[in-house]
């Protein structure tokens, strides 16, 4: 059995590896167009000494607050790593807390260096950004307190909580196509109908739910994602930023093939 959860922890590492490889060669092989990014060059962050990096503070267990007010979380812990390697000091990074909506505005404005806010690197989004090697593979999956539901089949005829207008509802509707599908307005409102019972189960980010668990262990993730979508560095594009670029997609590439993120990702208890 220990050879078996071997052999899977390799067999994960080498899927990661080799989607951020492919995902990092499609994004370097779109034509931007639209804004053009602004940010300090690797020359300027090296002369200041310190990285600029917006982050979240309240998404459990990304970027988050802890009882002191200190940040933490795996994008912290990314940042603080990048810092290292790039300037040679974990505490050389201001830290910048950032909303949901300005998570590319405040790179575009050239407010911070690059963000590591949980992303979801897209097609469109690259357009105006660059993307770095994704660190996270994020995606879709079923939360529940009902310890009877084990795999999908148990969720047939049954009550499922979506956001509405999310990418979710096609990706429930494939995998539990004989689920009813309960639209809701909030990650709250959704914990409301499962607590009442109203619905059996909830189907949303990987990433959200997971701090959704640690904050209430009643809950418990079902293991397979209903979908894959990369999360990664925010980056500005343009020529003079290859460098900055470079050398943080090369670190990004190390961590993930020496399994660095892995076991932070293991740690902070994301699947």
């Known amino acids: 059995?220990?050879?078996?959860?071997?052999?899977?922890?390799?067999?994960?590492?080498?899927?990661?590896?080799?989607?951020?490889?492919?995902?990092?060669?499609?994004?370097?092989?779109?034509?931007?167009?639209?804004?053009?990014?602004?940010?300090?060059?690797?020359?300027?962050?090296?002369?200041?000494?310190?990285?600029?990096?917006?982050?979240?503070?309240?998404?459990?267990?990304?970027?988050?607050?802890?009882?002191?007010?200190?940040?933490?979380?795996?994008?912290?812990?990314?940042?603080?790593?990048?810092?290292?390697?790039?300037?040679?000091?974990?505490?050389?990074?201001?830290?910048?807390?950032?909303?949901?909506?300005?998570?590319?505005?405040?790179?575009?404005?050239?407010?911070?260096?690059?963000?590591?806010?949980?992303?979801?690197?897209?097609?469109?989004?690259?357009?105006?950004?660059?993307?770095?090697?994704?660190?996270?593979?994020?995606?879709?999956?079923?939360?529940?307190?009902?310890?009877s539901v084990q795999k999908f089949s148990d969720l047939a005829k049954q009550k499922i909580a979506v956001l509405n207008n999310s990418s979710t509802i096609a990706q429930v509707r494939y995998y539990v196509p004989n689920a009813e599908l309960v639209g809701v307005n909030s990650y709250q409102e959704a914990r409301e109908k499962v607590e009442s019972n109203a619905v059996l189960a909830f189907a949303a980010d990987a990433s959200v739910l997971s701090g959704w668990v640690q904050q209430y262990p009643q809950y418990r993730l079902l293991p397979t994602k209903l979908s894959t979508e990369p999360l990664s560095v925010v980056m500005p594009k343009g020529l003079q930023y290859d460098e900055l670029r470079r050398n943080v997609n090369e670190a990004i590439a190390r961590y993930l093939a020496e399994g660095w993120l892995q076991q932070r990702v293991q740690y902070w208890g994301l699947p």
């Open 1 to 147: 059995m220990y050879n078996r959860c071997n052999r899977w922890q390799v067999i994960t590492r080498l899927h990661l590896v080799l989607s951020a490889t492919i995902f990092w060669i499609s994004c370097f092989s779109i034509v931007g167009t639209g804004l053009t990014a602004s940010a300090a060059e690797m020359p300027e962050i090296q002369q200041r000494g310190y990285l600029t990096v917006a982050v979240k503070d309240n998404l459990r267990p990304l970027g988050f607050r802890d009882a002191k007010g200190n940040l933490q979380g795996l994008e912290i812990d990314l940042a603080q790593q990048l810092a290292l390697d790039l300037l040679g000091k974990t505490e050389a990074v201001k830290l910048e807390p950032v909303a949901n909506r300005d998570r590319l505005s405040v790179v575009l404005d050239k407010k911070v260096d690059f963000a590591i806010a949980r992303v979801t690197a897209t097609s469109s989004r690259a357009r105006i950004v660059s993307f770095s090697v994704p660190y996270y593979l994020d995606g879709t999956v079923l939360v529940t307190k009902d310890a």
